[in-house]
Structures are given as structure tokens and as C-alpha cells.
């Protein structure tokens, strides 16, 4: 028992690898995301999926499109679209800043992990800009560049 102020429990349910892939990231936000029951059980079961996910301002409020989360097995069958849309919970001040920002054209939002922080699930996006194939590529060989240089350092060490 006792004052909960001082905890804050954090627990990383699922990371949307492709994005920090696919994307140049700016600027990341936390928002709440509104979700049912079974739902919320799913979450913490881990059966998430962020693939083709991304978010939009629609009316003043932000939605989350396409993240998949599979129903609680223990629920009753076909109650909840898996990949319905969802309302994330930001500040007005915030939405207001991120639709100023989106006035760029390239700039999109999307999702980068989903967690539970103080049994709370959250949802962590980011505004982006996709990266051409020749920024993929060069940033796989760098970072094997970088596995090359921090394998010769450790084999120098072990001699």
C-alpha cells in the first residue's frame, strides 16, 4: 500500500521496428490510446502488430489506423475489429502543435512502441519523413561498418 507517486512502472509490450527503418524520426510524442477490455487483456499478452500502422488528425482529435490487435482468446469471438481505428489521448495544445507541424507534406505520424506505464497503456509516435532506398542503404552499411570496427576493437583486446 502506501503513496504510488513514487513508482512508475514501465513495461514494453511491442516495437514498431520498421519505422526507425523506414523513417527519419523528428519529434516523439506519448499519447494514451482509448481501447475496450479484451483489448487492453490482449495488449498485455503482447499480440500486437504496428505493420502498414500510421496516425491522422481527423476533426481536432488523433486516430491511430491499422494496428492490429488480436482478440483475447478467452473473449467472446468476433466482438472487436481487430484493426478498427483508434483514438489516441493527447493534450488539445499538443494536437494543435503536431497539425501545425503536418502542414510539410512529407511529414507523416507514426507509431513507435506501445507500453504500459503505471498500468496504463501508451502509445509512444513520432512525426517522420520517409527515407529514400539510398538513405536505407546507407545506413545498413554503416551500421556494418560499425559491427566491422567494434568486432577488429574486440579481438585487439583479447590479444
Do not use: C, W
Not at 483489448?39 to 489506423?65: G, P, Q
Not at 472487436?80 to 512529407?106: Q, V, Y
Not at 552499411?141 to 576493437?153: G, N
Amino acid at each position: 500500500m502506501g503513496n504510488k507517486k513514487g513508482r512508475t512502472g514501465f513495461s514494453l509490450i511491442a516495437k514498431n521496428k520498421k519505422a526507425f527503418r523506414d523513417y527519419d524520426l523528428y519529434e516523439k510524442f506519448e499519447a494514451g490510446i482509448v481501447l475496450v477490455g479484451s483489448e487492453v487483456k490482449s495488449v498485455r499478452e503482447h499480440k500486437v502488430n504496428f505493420k502498414d500502422s500510421y496516425a491522422r488528425i481527423k476533426d481536432d482529435e488523433l486516430f491511430l489506423f491499422n494496428m492490429d490487435i488480436a482478440p483475447y482468446s478467452k473473449a467472446r469471438a468476433g466482438d472487436i475489429d481487430p484493426k478498427r481505428t483508434r483514438k489516441l489521448l493527447m493534450h488539445r495544445k499538443e494536437i494543435e502543435r503536431l497539425k501545425g507541424k503536418l502542414t510539410d507534406k512529407s511529414l507523416t505520424i507514426v507509431p513507435l512502441s506501445i507500453y504500459l506505464k503505471d498500468n496504463l497503456v501508451k502509445v509512444e509516435i513520432a512525426l517522420a519523413k520517409g527515407k529514400s532506398l539510398r538513405d536505407k542503404r546507407r545506413d545498413l552499411q554503416k551500421e556494418e561498418s560499425d559491427k566491422e570496427i567494434k568486432r577488429a576493437l574486440k579481438s585487439m583486446k583479447r590479444r
